[in-house]
């Protein structure tokens, strides 16, 4: 399977990246680029994005990059900083840069701009690679 067909069939089975909105914009083994618009669902107390929205849209870059080199991939450790706040109608961007790629381990940085292209949030996961293929 290539990057596309892998990640179809992630995405056309993941419920939740598909409320989020995402617009597949680019995908190839180890980069994943995506784009969603924040609805007013998504705004917590403060009225602004929860911070829960901008880490599944990280998390969701970081297994369709990961997955798409053809190997099943989990997260085993994510982390993300939130540097500027995210407001209803924000179009959000991922940037995925991967760090680092061995046999058992890949380790990427994410960084999430709006539609100013001013960062808003900077995400860091690492992913198990299995011996299973796609």
């Not at 190839?28 to 995506?34: Q, S």
């Not at 669902?41 to 929860?50: K, P, Q, R, V």
């Not at 046999?103 to 990427?108: A, L, M, T, V």
Request: glycine share 6%; with cysteine; charged share 25%.
């Amino acid at each position: 399977m290539n990057a596309t067909q892998i990640i179809d069939a992630m995405y056309n089975n993941d419920p939740f990246s598909k409320w989020l909105g995402i617009e597949r914009i680019e995908e190839e083994p180890g980069k994943c680029t995506l784009r969603m618009t924040v609805r007013k669902e998504m705004l917590n107390g403060f009225d602004i994005a929860h911070g829960g929205i901008t880490y599944a849209l990280a998390d969701s870059a970081l297994a369709f990059s990961a997955n798409a080199h053809g190997r099943k991939c989990v997260s085993v450790e994510t982390s993300i900083s939130h540097v500027q706040q995210v407001r209803e109608g924000d179009t959000l961007t991922t940037f995925v840069e991967e760090i680092s790629l061995t046999n058992k381990i890949g380790i990427y940085h994410i960084t999430i701009r709006n539609q100013f292209d001013v960062d808003v949030a900077h995400f860091k996961g690492s992913v198990y690679r299995s011996d299973k293929e796609w």
